[in-house]
């Protein structure tokens, strides 16, 4: 998957599109900056939520971290795989450690998310570079 297929928020979410939704998760460089993820708190299926309204918890052995979600819409479905292996975030974040899935209100919406260089141009430069 490129990161062209990507959009981004500035809360450190990444969203594709799939079919007539889209699936979320965090960025590489959101879990890096966690560490090892010990838990994931997913919301439930069924559950409307509001763009940029806390939707889930991810905690690390730094920190608990709010997700937010990117768009407003119902969760269709959630990766229960994360309950037992929340280090799947850390592994594969643009992969199998996605964390849900939602019906957005508005597809539109997706053109307010920022593409790939826009997201890493606000990222802070790291100092070993």
Known sequence: MSSSELRFTRAHCWVR???SGVVVGITDYAQEQMSELTFVE???VGEQVEA???VA???SVKAANDIYAPLAGTITEVNEAL???PEL???DPF???WLFKMKPERMADLNHLMDADAYESQLPLDEDE
């Open 52 to 54: 940029e309204k806390e």
């Open 89 to 91: 975030v850390n592994q």
């Open 95 to 97: 992969g199998k450690g």
């Open 57 to 59: 918890v991810v905690e």
């Open 42 to 44: 997913l919301p439930e």
């Open 83 to 85: 309950v037992e292996q």
């Open 17 to 19: 599109e799939e079919g």
